[in-house]
């Protein structure tokens, strides 16, 4: 068994790595609709399914995210000014710049894939939610749409920083009551896909979250147990090195 570190960034970079070489993700390069929801984490994602179709250039990961968390007092306000470049929708391999998915999640269907990010995260349950703010419920009303209606595939790229205690449905209850302030919250039906899937999906290690948090860039870090065949634990090594100087976003 080795330990490992994972600053919020490296791990937005592995799930992005390991996404790009998903099964259900290559299959529906080939023919299919992909759809790469924007957010911070899925930034990542693009930047490298993009990347393996030899597509990247054009794409910034600069003002990928519709709603963002930020820390009080920041302005996100010029860093995303006129840089939203639309959701990555990629076509039969071929991405069709400047789409959203509102433009195509009405055609989606059971061969399709979404990668839509989440906010909170219950790891022992598997369940993901998403924080909203739009009065229609946003990008994840369009996803349920065709997630519930025609079975296209979800999965949820989320970082274990985003972990919660309680069950998401009962989280949700509480932020969209009546009297409540601030955000609502969405329970979203997908298959989560975390640092540990993505460490288990390329290696074959089982990974397991043990720690948290540090100081000095590692503020929201995750700690990180990795057991397995001695190749095994080679190669999850080789993989988190490659990652885990990624700078911060």
């Not at 790595?17 to 993700?25: G, I, S, T, Y």
């Not at 597509?55 to 963002?68: K, L, N, P, Y």
């Not at 391999?93 to 009405?106: L, N, P, S, Y």
Request: aromatic share 4%; hydrophobic share 45%.
């Amino acid at each position: 068994m080795k330990q490992f570190l994972l600053t919020p960034s490296a791990s937005k970079r592995l799930i992005g790595k390991v996404l790009a070489a998903h099964p259900a993700v290559r299959a529906v390069l080939k023919k299919g609709t992909l759809v790469i929801v924007a957010g911070t984490t899925n930034g990542y994602v693009a930047e490298e399914v993009l990347t393996s179709i030899d597509q990247a250039a054009g794409f910034s990961r600069e003002g990928f995210f519709r709603g963002v968390l930020v820390r009080p007092g920041f302005d996100i306000g010029e860093r995303r000014k006129g840089k939203f470049p639309g959701d990555v929708i990629i076509t039969d391999g071929r991405w069709e710049k400047g789409r959203t998915i509102f433009d195509v999640a009405d055609d989606l269907d059971a061969g399709d894939v979404i990668l839509k990010g989440a906010n909170a995260l219950n790891l022992a349950q598997g369940h993901a939610a998403v924080l909203i703010e739009h009065p229609q419920a946003g990008t994840a009303a369009a996803a349920i749409r065709a997630v519930t209606g025609r079975r296209t595939r979800l999965i949820i790229p989320v970082g274990l920083e985003k972990r919660v205690a309680e069950d998401v449905t009962d989280l949700a209850a509480i932020l969209n009551a009546p009297e409540a302030e601030g955000p609502r919250m969405l329970p979203i039906p997908g298959e989560v896909f975390t640092e540990l899937d993505a460490i288990a999906l390329l290696t074959g290690a089982s990974a397991r979250l043990v720690a948290g948090g540090g100081i000095c860039g590692a503020e929201g870090a995750v700690w990180i147990a990795v057991t397995g065949q001695d190749e095994q634990i080679t190669a999850a090594e080789k993989l988190i090195r490659s990652v885990e100087e990624e700078p911060s976003w």
